[in-house]
């Protein structure tokens, strides 16, 4: 099992610029969720799923928008890119029951210039 | 409003035991989760509190304390892979995970 898989890990972009950030898992859970990560910070949530064709805000939601067409992927997409969404994003996923206990993927470190 | 405090470092010597702090304040309640994140990796799961006391998981251990809104994470026998810095979560009324800025440990020979 690959667990939790995200790609790509780096990516650079120019202010404006639009890119999608992929989630994949192969542990057939329901729940899926992207983070955000900057330095001295807790991790904070953008969005997440709670099953196959929904998503809901979470806390730091502008400037993203999310899509889990298929229960094994969730994606995330930045339609203008601005330097203030310099981050590394952690996609995490769980089952229902076990919000707990979330499995993260390997990140991506996204620098927009 | 909702915040977790943990110190930003803390200091130990290989072979010895650490304990690292967390409060919370937090609108609602379901428990209080602990992670391990290397540099450049992702959060990995330690251990879930739910209800007041200790969970001990091998060299591992944490603890609760609701009423007083408090858990420590305790690590024993400490080895240098254990250089990490250590997460904890609560999981408020929305069911979602309110995360902590992280404690680094570093571990001296």
């Keep these: ?113 | 409003g909702q915040s977790l405090e943990q110190p930003s470092e803390v200091t130990a010597v290989e072979g010895a035991i650490v304990q690292i702090n967390c409060t919370y304040q937090t609108s609602g309640f379901y428990g209080l989760s602990w992670y391990q994140q290397h540099d450049g990796g992702a959060p990995t799961f330690l251990s879930y509190n739910g209800l007041d006391g200790l969970e001990e998981k091998g060299r591992f251990s944490s603890f609760l304390s609701r009423s007083k809104g408090y858990s420590y994470l305790l690590l024993k026998e400490l080895q240098m892979k254990d250089s990490a810095s250590y997460l904890c979560a609560v999981m408020d009324s929305n069911y979602q995970l309110i995360w902590g800025a992280g404690t680094k440990l570093i571990i001296k020979p």
């Design chain 1, 1 to 113: 099992n690959a667990g939790v898989t995200q790609t790509p890990k780096f990516r650079v972009l120019k202010t404006g610029q639009s890119m999608t950030l992929l989630c994949a898992q192969d542990m057939n859970h329901e729940y899926m969720y992207w983070y955000r990560q900057d330095p001295g910070m807790g991790l904070r949530l953008i969005h997440y799923s709670v099953g196959e064709g929904t998503t809901a805000k979470g806390e730091v939601p502008d400037g993203y928008n999310v899509s889990r067409l298929k229960k094994q992927n969730f994606l995330l997409g930045l339609e203008s890119a601005a330097p203030s969404q310099t981050s590394v994003y952690f996609c995490a996923s769980s089952f229902r029951e076990g919000g707990h206990e979330q499995y993260f993927g390997p990140g991506t470190r996204l620098t927009v210039t």
